[in-house]
């Protein structure tokens, strides 16, 4: 299940939104009609929004302007980590603390490392969240680029479905 929250009152936090949001400005595209259409105008950093509205607008934004763009919008979360001097798989690994800052109240999902293998480059995350899979790999992409685990690696991260709607996995190679 995608673009649907897993409890209602779940909120997401603006600096999330202003994260995701820096990535499309990149490309010169605004969403800010969109926004505006769910009541997330003028988003501030230090509060807090529901989460179901910011879910809204990114099916709205598939569905106008297609996955690409909902990859650029994860991408962009990788500009909200700090630079926390973790090697990779530290860094994956913490990466549903952070989801967890960001997204507060009820059931909001998770993002489990499974497994990390160094010599083949590889890792595998569980990733049970309301967001499409291709967000979650802007979202690996980001991060990768961002922190080079290895200098030159090039980023590949590929979406596995499975018979849960719910869950997906992220296969990521460096």
Not at 40 to 48: D, M, T, V, Y
Not at 51 to 62: A, E, I, M, N, T
Not at 66 to 91: E, H, M, Q, R, Y
Not at 143 to 150: E, H, M, T, W
């Amino acid at each position: 299940m995608h673009f649907k929250s897993f409890s209602d009152d779940v909120k997401i936090s603006g600096q999330a939104i202003l994260a995701s949001l820096q990535a499309l400005s990149e490309y010169s595209l605004s969403i800010n009609e969109l926004l505006a259409k769910y009541g997330l105008e003028n988003i501030i950093e230090g509060q807090w929004y529901d989460f179901q509205r910011w879910l809204d607008v990114l099916k709205d934004v598939s569905n106008k302007y297609g996955p690409n763009t909902i990859f650029a919008l994860g991408k962009g979360v990788a500009n909200n980590v700090p630079d926390l001097k973790l090697d990779f798989k530290s860094l994956l690994a913490s990466i549903d603390g952070g989801y967890k800052m960001n997204h507060v109240g009820g059931d909001v999902g998770f993002i489990e490392l499974e497994s990390f293998d160094e010599n083949a480059r590889s890792a595998r995350l569980k990733n049970r969240t309301p967001y499409p899979g291709v967000y979650g790999r802007g979202v690996l992409v980001g991060l990768i680029r961002k922190f080079r685990p290895v200098p030159g690696a090039v980023p590949k991260v590929e979406i596995e479905t499975t018979e849960d709607e719910e869950v997906v996995y992220l296969n990521v190679y460096w």
